[in-house]
Every structure is written in structure tokens, then in C-alpha cells.
């Protein structure tokens, strides 16, 4: 059974910095996409950045800069660097995962994460 967990949301001011961190465990598959998506109030949920088995990344162009998506390998753990944050960045921050059938460069097609944890909590004060 796969089981994500969000860490390390929290609350800043504009300019500042968080670090996000998922603990993954249980998926089954061989290749894979990990991602992470957020969704503010009234909004529809977003891809932020998504990293595959190769390291491979894709960013919205929303965060581009500013945003690093990174796994450690050794401890399961998928993180995501925020700097330079921005009110419009507020919303609950979501991981997630995709088993994908070939190595396929990694997309932030909603669809295709299956699997999603609880998720953490980004306040951005102006």
C-alpha cells in the first residue's frame, strides 16, 4: 500500500523560504513519476514539479527559479525547496506519485498521479 506523507509546511513572509519534505513508501513500481501539486481556496489543483527514477524535473513556469524538487533515494524522501516565495504560492501542498509503464520524462498531468498523500499547509504573508 502506498503511503505518502507532507512535511514542513508552514507560515512566512514574501521573500521567504520553506522546505517540503514527503516520506514515500510501499509503491510498487518500477518507474515512476513523484510530484508535488498544490491547491489554493477556489482554485483547481496545480503541478508545482515533478522529478522522475533519472532525476529528470519539470517545473510550472510559475516556479521556475525559485522552486527545486529533489529526492533522496536512500531515505524514500521527496523534497521541494521554495524560495523567494510569494503570496500567490499559499495553498496546501500535496505529494504524489504515477507508475508509469516506460521511463517517460515526468509530466504534472493530474490524471496520471494515482496515489496522494495528506498534505501540508504554505502561508504566504505579504
Known amino acids: 500500500q502506498v503511503h505518502l506523507v507532507e512535511s514542513g509546511g508552514g507560515s512566512v513572509q514574501a521573500g521567504g523560504s520553506l522546505r517540503l519534505s514527503c516520506a514515500a513508501s510501499?509503491?510498487?513500481?518500477?518507474?515512476?513519476?513523484l510530484a508535488w501539486f498544490r491547491q489554493a481556496p477556489g482554485k483547481q489543483r496545480e503541478g508545482v514539479a515533478a522529478i522522475d527514477k533519472l532525476d529528470r524535473t519539470l517545473y510550472a513556469d510559475s516556479v521556475k527559479g525559485r522552486f527545486t524538487i529533489s529526492r533522496d533515494n536512500g531515505k524514500n524522501t521527496l523534497n521541494l525547496e521554495m524560495n523567494n516565495l510569494k503570496p500567490e504560492d499559499a495553498a496546501m501542498y500535496y505529494c504524489a506519485i504515477a507508475g508509469t509503464r516506460w521511463l517517460l520524462p515526468p509530466q504534472l498531468d493530474l490524471s496520471a498521479y494515482t496515489d496522494w498523500g495528506q498534505g501540508t499547509q504554505v502561508t504566504v504573508s505579504s
Open positions: 510501499g509503491y510498487p513500481y518500477m518507474h515512476y513519476w
